[in-house]
C-alpha cells in the first residue's frame, strides 16, 4: 500500500487546514488509519487514528478538540481537519496506515507498515 499526502501549508494562528491521505489501493477491515507529526529537533508523535472498520477515532491529548480525524473507504482516503491551529502544530505531518496494529500500539510508530511522505504544516503567531 502507498500512502501520498497533500494539503500541508501556511497558516495564521486559529486557522484551519485540512490534510487529505489516499492510499493506492483498498485496504482490507483490519486497516488502522493515523496521522503521526514532527517538529523541528523533535520525534515523531501520535496525533490521530481511525481503529480498523469500527470508525472509532482517538487523539493526541493535545489536539483533542480541535483535530478531526476521519475516512472515506469509497475513496481510500483518510483526512485530518486542523482547527484552532497554535504555533506548536508546526511540524511535517506524516499518514500511517497498517493492518496488524493493536489498540496497545497504537500510538507506537513501529506499529504502522505504510507512511506517506509528509507535508508541512507552519503555523505562524
Known amino acids: 500500500v502507498q500512502l501520498q499526502a497533500s494539503g500541508g501549508g501556511l497558516v495564521q494562528a486559529g486557522g484551519s487546514l485540512r490534510l487529505s491521505c489516499t492510499a493506492s489501493?483498498?485496504?482490507?477491515?483490519?486497516?488502522?488509519s493515523s496521522w503521526f507529526r514532527q517538529g523541528p529537533g523533535k520525534e515523531r508523535e501520535f496525533v490521530a487514528a481511525?481503529?480498523?472498520?469500527?470508525?472509532?477515532?482517538y487523539y493526541a491529548d493535545s489536539v483533542k478538540g480541535r483535530f478531526t480525524i476521519s475516512r472515506d473507504n469509497a475513496k481510500n482516503t483518510v483526512y485530518l481537519q486542523m482547527n484552532s491551529l497554535k504555533p506548536e502544530d508546526t511540524a511535517f505531518y506524516y499518514c500511517?496506515?497498517?493492518?496488524?496494529?493493536?489498540?496497545?500500539?497504537?500510538?507506537?510508530?513501529?506499529?504502522?507498515?505504510?507512511w506517506g511522505q509528509g507535508t508541512q504544516v507552519t503555523v505562524s503567531s
Open positions: 500511517a496506515g497498517g493492518h496488524t496494529v493493536i489498540m496497545s500500539t497504537l500510538r507506537d510508530v513501529a506499529a504502522y507498515a505504510y
Open positions: 489501493e483498498r485496504t482490507r477491515s483490519s486497516y488502522t
Open positions: 481511525v481503529w480498523r472498520n469500527s470508525g472509532t477515532t
